[in-house]
């Protein structure tokens, strides 16, 4: 995204020159300041040494784990240097200053002059002086340039060593190990995370990160990078251990980046050295951010650096208010585990600790009171009420009525001993209170946003940014919404993505009313703000068009994720899995004796039979897959659908058969709704089960669609789900007959199709619109279970029309060319990441 020279600032323009010297968070960030406060009163030229917009740094750690794309992290866009009358020269980083001629020289020789100079450099990573520091593969972990070099690293496999095991250390070893690399992590002290995280923290993470894959050595002292024709091959410490390495990522820390300062004569120790209103030793030059020094201290974490921006921007424009000093704390997600610290928590002969562990939760919780004050805190696992312990710290009170509370969080503090509402507990927080970290926006800041028109979650993150970074003030947020406006709350309907103002209920009816038959026409139809959707609205557009207009809408693979698209789940290694579909779990020697020989003849490193009484084949190449599914088929059998939003499994139990229990035919129930129901898309996965007896040994009761045989029938049920947040499911109705079931089953999978939001499990869809409302769909006509079961029946036979299931009729060459020039959509940049 470069934008080099987006404004020419028009001669004769008598505003004053503010020249930024850096295009980061810190220097955009006081820009923004001073528009809000005065957007006439400067020409800003912002110089950035990337060739990019400015984004969030904070979120590179989810661009490598594949969390999320450039886009997605994007602070300003090049509309913003527009609108703001702001010359952005990117990719061309200002090398000199010229204090006397108030000029600075970019390295491509272009010289600007200012009136006022805001120096933003921010920080430069430090790499320990070891040998082998300058070989190829060896990464730092700083921009987007560093994510790009890493992921390259990744796409080829193998070892990577991390030297640090601080937040970012840990975060990049995170990433590549989600890319398929083997990661070791190389720290000296004795605690990972040591300036955040006390011993028993540090512990819990370290135990925690082994758990996930990853090998901590605590204690290592780096001697030397091992390389072999100038590329790196591995890590040899002081201790003699080597380990192997295909890439080393320096994440030991940062230092305040001040060369251009210092070689400017202006006064510069550690940082360069800024007052209380940001001011250097020079009254035209100013600075803020990581690369300065303010009453002795350094500051790496991004509150302080939001402090220091507003008070820069109130001494340029506005009556001065002076910065003094940040009390900090650090709340992060590190690898996905919430971590908590404020404060000083060394402890001492002074101090008294008060510790809570809770080792099934996972949970650790310090406190540390001093004279009866808290003055520190650590928290692991459980993070919620950080923002009042950085709260009662920061206001020095006196905790001593609440002490023997204090430990079990605000709403048992303030409850008096027993759990309040935790609402009440936001609301005991001060305005001045922290509620964004990332961003640096206080409780005060969100209530005047809501107050002033933002009545939604999404309306408060682009307003203020809150919570519009990592999202883990999201709760927060929402309860101050909660607070705020009471049943006012737009809760919904939620929209698509952030690429349409339209929610899904919308988009799918207008679909129909307007009688829109492809995706482009969708977007341009119903004014798509973006030319070519995400990776959000594209895949659920498909579904809702597939839905809609069965045998005449083409569906579009490229908007499918990546095991849609290839019938095959899609492993961490770059290889994947192949699961063929077993009716009701049920095989025969044939069909095993094919999967067997698929099994050798393309190599599966595991076989595996799933959760779902299926085969799992692992390893298989992509170039294999349109093979393995001829061969498979051969034997009869077709694509699982195992990875996709359609249905997954069809759980059964031997019934009436074999079972003494039994009461009706389960199994041959199960096959006949697999066979009935298999290769039909849905907003997401679904998941049939059939128990032959109340016993419910096909765990029925927490299956989307469920049956239960009795003796006088089938009781049927809807709406369940295992998992995280398990749903048992409600009871639909009785019938006496298998076709009966089998019509029911159809009318209930068509009407959530057609009905419910794209990736909405059976479960919330049934918890939003209602049983009642369901039941009334199907049953209040009594021709409804027929018209929607028929409506089924159609869609099915475009949808059970698979390439993947036509691999006998001599069609391999096609499919080979359709995987051989499959690319992802190139504007959306889609995810690759399996559910």
Known sequence: ?????????????????????????????????????????????????????????????????????????????????????????SGDPVVAIDRAAQTVTSASGRIEAYDRLLIATGSEPFIIPVPGKDLAGVVSFRDLDDVDRMLAAAANGGHAVVIGGGLLGLEAAHGLSLRGMDVTVLHLMPTLMERQLDEAAGWLLKSELERRGQTILTGADTAEILGKDGKVVGVKLKDG????????????????????????????????????????????????????????????????????????ADAAVAAPTGYTGSVTSTKLKVSGIDLFSAGDFSGGADCEDIVMRDAARGVYKRVIVKENKLVGAVLYGDTAD???????????????????????????????????????????????????????????????????????????????????????????????????????????????????????????????????????????????????????????????????????????????????????????????????RMWGGVTTPDELRAIADAADKYQARLVKVTGGQRIDLFGIKKEDLPAIWGDLNAAGMVSGHAYGKSLRTVKTCVGSEWCRFGTQDSTGLGIKAEQMTWGSWMPH?????????????????????????????????????????????DLLSKVTTEQEALDVCAAFIQLYREQAWYLERTAPWIERVGLDYVKAQLFDDPEAVAKLAERFHYSQQFMQDDPWARRAAGEDAELHQHLAEFRPFPTMQMKEAAE
């Open 685 to 729: 996965k679904f998941k049939i089960a059939v128990s032959g007896c109340p016993r419910n040994c096909a765990e029925a009761t927490i299956k989307d669609f469920g049956v239960i045989c009795v003796d006088s029938g089938y009781e049927l049920h809807v709406g369940g789900n295992g998992g995280i947040h398990v749903r048992a499911t």
């Open 1 to 89: 995204m470069n934008a080099p020279n987006l404004v020419k600032i028009p001669e004769g323009d008598l505003r004053e020159r503010l020249v930024v010297v850096g295009n980061g968070m810190a220097g955009c960030r006081a820009v923004e300041e001073i528009l809000a406060r005065d957007a006439d009163r400067f020409a800003i030229t912002i110089f950035g040494a990337e060739p990019r917009v400015n984004y969030n740094r904070i979120m590179l750690s989810p661009v490598l784990a594949g969390e999320k794309q450039f886009d997605d992290i994007v602070i300003n866009t090049a509309e913003w240097y527009v609108e703001n009358d702001i010359t952005l020269v």
């Open 241 to 312: 251990r080597e380990i192997p390495a295909s890439i080393v990522v320096m994440a030991v820390g940062i230092r305040p980046s001040t060369a251009l300062a210092r070689q400017a004569g202006l006064d510069v120790e550690r940082g360069i050295m800024v007052d209380d209103h940001m001011v250097t030793s020079d009254p035209a030059v100013m600075a803020v951010g990581e690369c300065v020094q303010h009453r002795g201290i350094c500051y790496g974490l991004v509150a302080p650096l939001w402090e220091m921006c507003r008070s820069l």
């Open 386 to 580: 950080g923002s009042w312990y950085f709260d009662l710290l920061k206001r020095e009170e006196d905790v001593s009525d609440i002490r023997e509370a204090l430990i079990f969080g605000q709403a048992f503090a303030q409850g008096g001993g027993a759990l309040a509402d935790p609402n009440a507990a936001v609301a005991a927080l001060s305005d001045d209170a922290e509620v964004c970290g990332c961003n640096g926006v206080t409780k005060g800041t969100v209530v005047s946003t809501i107050k002033g028109g933002a009545c939604s979650l999404d309306a408060v993150r682009s307003q203020c940014k809150a919570s519009a970074s990592c999202g883990s003030c999201t709760g927060l947020v929402e309860s101050l919404l909660k607070l705020t406006l009471g049943d006012d709350v737009k809760s919904g309907p939620k929209t698509v993505c952030k690429c349409t103002t339209f929610s899904h209920d919308d988009v799918r009816r207008l679909i129909v009313e307007k009688e829109l038959k492809a995706i482009p026409q969708v977007m341009q139809e119903l004014t798509w703000k973006t030319p070519d959707g995400c990776a959000s609205c594209r895949p659920a557009l498909n579904y809702y068009l597939l839905c809609a207009w069965p045998g005449e809408y083409v569906d579009d693979q490229q908007s499918r994720f990546v095991n849609e698209r290839m019938h095959a789940n899609i492993q961490k290694d770059g290889t994947y899995s192949v699961v063929p």
